[in-house]
């Protein structure tokens, strides 16, 4: 039996049991505020439910959240790209750890699985992302964590929660065009 593929999928069914659309920081119809890239960004990371890398002494994290259009509307089959610093503030450059993609579902959700990145050479603790639906602009932008955002823009600092023993980020992106 494949027990993380059991385990991946107990997380989504119970992430996809939270309390959606409440999750969110942001008011409906303000657009989720742009941020930079910043050096590190590699294009062409796999789809992937989970990041989280065997032997982390890093944290589980859970971030979940839902992806609305500027009329509020839940948005399908958005990529979502993500990527971050290992536990010692390093990028993979060589391949992907600690990047990959996943896509809302029908109801604009998504859910992936990380260990909890580190803040590194007087960056506070943060995760880049690149969201863009069909046709649509890419947004790219970081989500950041209470107490540790260092004068980022608020609306791009998750709520944080702990909840059946998982650490989860819960953060909803509006996007606009």
């Keep these: 039996m494949d027990y993380a593929n059991l385990r991946r999928r107990s997380l989504l069914t119970a992430a996809l049991a939270l309390p959606f659309p409440a999750l969110g920081q942001a008011k409906c119809g303000a657009p989720t505020p742009a941020d930079m890239e910043g050096p590190f960004y590699k294009a062409g990371a796999p789809l992937r439910a989970s990041l989280a890398e065997p032997g982390s002494?890093?944290?589980?994290?859970?971030?979940?959240?839902?992806?609305?259009?500027a009329d509020c509307r839940p948005l399908a089959d958005v990529v979502l790209d993500f990527w971050h610093a290992d536990a010692s503030g390093?990028?993979?450059?060589?391949g992907f750890r600690y990047r990959g993609i996943v896509k809302t579902d029908a109801q604009g959700r998504y859910l992936l699985e990380t260990n909890l990145p580190p803040p590194y050479m007087g960056r506070p603790r943060h995760i880049?992302?690149?969201?863009?639906?069909?046709?649509g602009k890419i947004l790219t932008t970081q989500l950041y964590f209470p107490g540790e955002s260092r004068?980022?823009?608020?609306a791009l600092v998750v709520?944080?929660?702990?909840a059946g023993?998982?650490?989860?980020?819960?953060?909803?992106?509006?996007?606009?065009?």
Excluded: N, W
């Excluded at 002494?57 to 839902?66: D, F, Q, S, T, V």
């Excluded at 709520?159 to 702990?162: A, F, G, I, L, Q």
């Excluded at 023993?165 to 065009?177: I, P, Q």
């Design 90 to 94: 390093e990028y993979d450059h060589r």
């Design 151 to 154: 004068g980022a823009d608020r």
């Design 165 to 177: 023993g998982e650490l989860r980020a819960l953060y909803d992106f509006s996007l606009f065009g």
């Design 159 to 162: 709520k944080m929660e702990r």
């Design 128 to 135: 880049h992302v690149k969201a863009q639906r069909a046709g």
């Design 57 to 69: 002494k890093a944290e589980r994290l859970l971030p979940a959240g839902i992806v609305t259009s």
